[in-house]
Every structure is written in structure tokens, then in C-alpha cells.
């Protein structure tokens, strides 16, 4: 069955870094766009950065030139590498997989907290 998988998230200080995986399987991830979203307390789940399957990135103004995705579809994941976080990247990150006319399929996201 499909499964996605996140890691890497913690506890870390403002100015730290943190590098999330998500790895997929039971579907052709190669030909799936993937994103990367987070859901902090009361607020609206929202996209942070994708890249699609030829490899375009996008990324929230938020996190610009703060984050980076990849993949690496020789192993079935996407990496998200989060430098100088703030307190306000605190959140539940999620990965999801979508592709055009296909169902999206979701991980069970990975708590990010940035403190003192």
C-alpha cells in the first residue's frame, strides 16, 4: 500500500537547522509532484515548497532562500533542508504526493518546533 513517510523533525534553536526525509512507497514516485506542507496550532495547513517531477521547484516567500527541497527519486524521497529556522516554522511539517488526475496521498507529518 502507499506509504509516506517523514522524519527529522525536533526541537531546535532559532537560528538552528533541521533536514526533513520523507520516504514513499507503493506508488511510481518518480512521475509524482511532491510538496511539502506544515499546520501550525489554529491556523490553515499550507504549502511551503514543491517540486515537481521534472524537477521545477517553488517555494512559500516565507522560506525563500531559508529552505530547499529535493529528491531523489533512485530512493524514494524528498528532502526538505530548513536553515536558520525561526519561531514561527514551528508547525507539523507533512510531505504529500499529487499528480493530475490521481489521488494525492499524504504522510503523518513530523513536529518542527523552533525555541530557546
Known amino acids: 500500500q502507499v506509504q509516506l513517510v517523514e522524519s527529522g523533525g525536533g526541537l531546535v534553536q532559532p537560528g538552528g537547522s533541521l533536514r526533513l526525509s520523507c520516504a514513499a512507497s507503493?506508488?511510481?514516485?518518480?512521475?509524482?509532484?511532491m510538496g511539502w506542507f506544515r499546520q501550525a496550532p489554529g491556523k490553515q495547513r499550507e504549502l511551503v515548497a514543491a517540486i515537481a517531477s521534472g524537477g521545477d521547484r517553488n517555494y512559500a516567500d516565507s522560506v525563500k532562500g531559508r529552505f530547499t527541497i529535493s529528491r531523489d527519486n533512485a530512493k524514494n524521497t524528498v528532502y526538505l533542508q530548513m536553515n536558520s529556522l525561526k519561531p514561527e516554522d514551528t508547525a507539523v511539517y507533512y510531505c504529500?504526493?499529487?499528480?493530475?488526475?490521481?489521488?494525492?496521498?499524504w504522510g503523518q507529518g513530523t513536529q518542527v518546533t523552533v525555541s530557546s
Open positions: 504529500k504526493a499529487y499528480r493530475r488526475g490521481r489521488v494525492d496521498y
Open positions: 507503493g506508488f511510481i514516485f518518480s512521475i509524482y509532484d
